[in-house]
């Protein structure tokens, strides 16, 4: 069994769009560190629209490129990931084709976060529960068992303290990029929520930047019968948080 972080970024600054930076080594060995302090195994790099080989240091690094699409991000992870994509010029439907070509897994990322992906019939291989806002969770998997999907767990960081806030128990004999897709497509895959300090602080900090920028969806369901009484995630706080 591993732990791996299947989404993660190696910069926190924006510009540059679609191709690596000097510093991307520099934000690769970080979040390794973090990683490895935090007791994971290994990460994947799913910079937006770019892959670039890094090494992440002392863990195992799964190569990986998260796709604007016409319709929101999908992350493709595993062993030939495409090295540069035109933001919003793709289908989801073409980069799941793109992703199966290239023998790696297409993720839904952030479903319920200024996405409609999750509204796409294409043969996706797992949907995300996304560590920027794992209030969502139960959302998430009611729509992963709709599609009769596994779900995955990923941090989403930008910054190396936000790795493995969510990440993926993937059940292998070994951990390399073909072995986490097979685990993936075949299901032996677990999304685990991170419960530090910096965790929760972080969450209300993005909570309050989707609420302001109305980035979170509420599921279609909420507001037909059924759990509607639910708060939107993103507002209030949580329990737990008070």
Same mark, same amino acid.
């Given at each position: 069994?591993?732990?791996? @972080?299947?989404?993660?970024?190696?910069?926190?600054?924006?510009?540059?769009?679609? #191709?690596?930076?000097?510093?991307?080594?520099?934000? %690769?060995?970080?979040?390794?560190? $973090?990683?490895?302090?935090?007791?994971?195994?290994?990460? %994947?790099?799913?910079?937006?629209?770019?892959?670039?080989?890094?090494?992440?240091?002392?863990?195992?690094?799964?190569?990986?490129?998260?796709?604007?699409?016409?319709?929101?991000?999908?992350?493709?992870?595993?062993?030939?990931?495409?090295?540069? !994509?035109?933001?919003?010029?793709?289908?989801?439907?073409?980069?799941?084709?793109?992703?199966? =070509?290239?023998?790696?897994?297409?993720?839904?990322?952030?479903?319920? #976060?200024?996405? !409609?992906? #999750?509204?796409?019939?294409?043969?996706?291989?797992?949907?995300? $529960?996304?560590?920027?806002?794992?209030? !969502?969770?139960?959302?998430?998997? #009611?729509?992963?068992?709709?599609?009769?999907?596994?779900?995955?767990?990923?941090? +989403? %960081?930008?910054?190396?303290?936000?790795?493995?806030?969510?990440? !993926?128990?993937? =059940?292998? @004999?070994?951990?390399?990029?073909?072995?986490?897709?097979?685990?993936?497509?075949?299901? +032996?895959?677990?999304?685990?929520?991170?419960?530090?300090?910096?965790?929760?602080?972080?969450?209300?900090?993005?909570? *309050?930047?989707?609420? *302001?920028?109305?980035?979170?969806?509420?599921?279609?369901?909420? +507001?037909?019968?059924?759990?509607?009484?639910?708060?939107?995630?993103?507002?209030?706080? %949580?329990? @737990?948080?008070?």
């Amino acid at each position: 069994m591993f732990a791996l @972080d299947l989404h993660t970024h190696t910069r926190f600054f924006h510009g540059f769009h679609c #191709r690596p930076t000097p510093y991307d080594p520099v934000g %690769a060995r970080l979040l390794g560190l $973090v990683a490895r302090r935090r007791g994971l195994d290994g990460l %994947a790099f799913t910079n937006h629209d770019y892959y670039a080989p890094q090494s992440a240091g002392p863990v195992s690094h799964v190569p990986g490129i998260e796709v604007t699409t016409t319709r929101g991000h999908v992350l493709v992870v595993g062993p030939d990931p495409p090295t540069f !994509t035109r933001p919003e010029r793709l289908e989801p439907e073409a980069v799941v084709e793109m992703a199966h =070509d290239r023998d790696c897994a297409a993720i839904i990322a952030h479903p319920y #976060r200024n996405s !409609t992906v #999750r509204e796409v019939d294409a043969d996706f291989d797992a949907i995300e $529960v996304n560590g920027k806002h794992p209030r !969502t969770q139960s959302w998430v998997e #009611r729509l992963a068992g709709e599609y009769d999907l596994p779900l995955v767990g990923g941090s +989403d %960081a930008h910054y190396p303290f936000e790795v493995g806030r969510a990440f !993926t128990r993937v =059940d292998a @004999d070994e951990l390399t990029p073909e072995s986490v897709v097979d685990a993936i497509r075949g299901g +032996d895959v677990e999304p685990v929520v991170g419960d530090f300090v910096t965790d929760r602080l972080v969450r209300k900090l993005y909570r *309050q930047i989707h609420q *302001q920028k109305e980035h979170l969806q509420r599921p279609a369901w909420l +507001d037909t019968g059924g759990e509607s009484d639910q708060p939107t995630p993103g507002v209030g706080s %949580a329990p @737990d948080e008070d």
